[in-house]
């Protein structure tokens, strides 16, 4: 392919070319709908552009996780604040997902078959990366090998959450010493003793600045997160009410009981004492 610009021209293979770099015609053959139904194509780009989102952020997070257990806070908080804009066209994306209407989606839900966005095995390394640890949630993606190794991997690993309490004790904190070697596959329990190490930062934040702006992008991180998961609710109900989901979910029930979830527990019970 030949390019001129100022009166230069030059050959760029396809290689070499913008649609090479970025595989467009891969990524713009990924789209398979299995009818004629117009809102397919909406259904399936607005779930694959999310699942593009969340590598991203599964890429920031191990950046942000690399930073904290080297005690270099300045690359995991510019991570952090890149994450939240990802989750704020994440969050965004249900405002495109909600002009399907009930009508729409009933003539579109016979072919979407057992599929679920509860088997988006990224969403499940997302939320064992920040903490939701739950070894049954990855019983659905045995037919994945890879995504299995991964998951067990994470569920195995510290969390955000852990790495961050460890950099606190590292920082001379004092922090419960069950909170800082425990089985990291297990959910985490909150603790009075991880409250009282956030006072401390909470009541000296000159003196402990990088951490008391790490908690607050953390609390950012789940503030979003949170909206995320209304967002994801409130389109659901709007668009199918209470009726089950795909793939044998139980729709808005289940993702009503989400959000009851914390990621990092001390960080909102903190508030109350401060």
């Known amino acids: 392919m030949s390019r001129a610009e100022d ?19 891969t990524l713009l053959a990924a789209q398979h709908p299995r009818s004629d139904v117009h809102d397919e194509m909406l259904f399936i780009v607005i779930h694959q552009a999310s699942e593009l989102w969340m590598k991203l952020a599964l890429h920031e997070l191990a950046a942000v996780m690399q930073g904290i257990r080297a005690d270099q806070l300045d690359g995991s908080l510019k991570a952090l604040a890149r994450i939240g804009r990802i989750q704020v066209q994440m969050i965004q994306s249900w405002d495109v997902l909600g ?6 989606y009933t003539r579109l839900r016979p072919h979407l078959g057992a599929s679920s966005g509860f088997q ?32 067990r991997a994470a569920l195995a690993a510290p969390s955000l959450y852990d790495e961050t309490l460890r950099l606190l004790a590292r920082r001379g904190l004092t922090l419960p ?32 600045w990088d951490l008391y702006d790490l908690a607050e992008k953390l609390m950012d991180l789940e503030d979003r997160f ?49």
């Open 226 to 274: 949170q909206q995320w998961r209304f967002r994801h609710m409130t389109t659901v109900e709007r668009i199918i009410g209470r009726k089950s989901g795909t793939g044998g979910s139980s729709g808005v029930a289940y993702l009503s009981r989400a959000l009851a979830l914390r990621f990092f527990p001390e960080l909102w019970s903190l508030r109350t004492v401060l």
């Open 177 to 208: 010493q069950d909170h800082l070697e425990r089985d990291w596959s297990l959910p985490y329990t909150p603790s009075a003793g991880v409250e009282a190490a956030w006072k401390s930062v909470y009541d000296d934040v000159e003196r402990h």
């Open 120 to 151: 988006s095995w990224q969403y499940r390394e997302l939320e064992f990366l920040l903490g939701n640890k739950d070894a049954r949630l990855i019983e659905v993606h045995h037919d994945r090998p890879a995504a299995l190794a991964r998951l």
């Open 7 to 25: 009166g230069i021209t030059w050959t760029i293979s396809a290689a070499d070319s913008y649609g090479g770099y970025l595989g467009l015609d």
């Open 99 to 104: 002009t399907l209407t009930p009508h729409d």
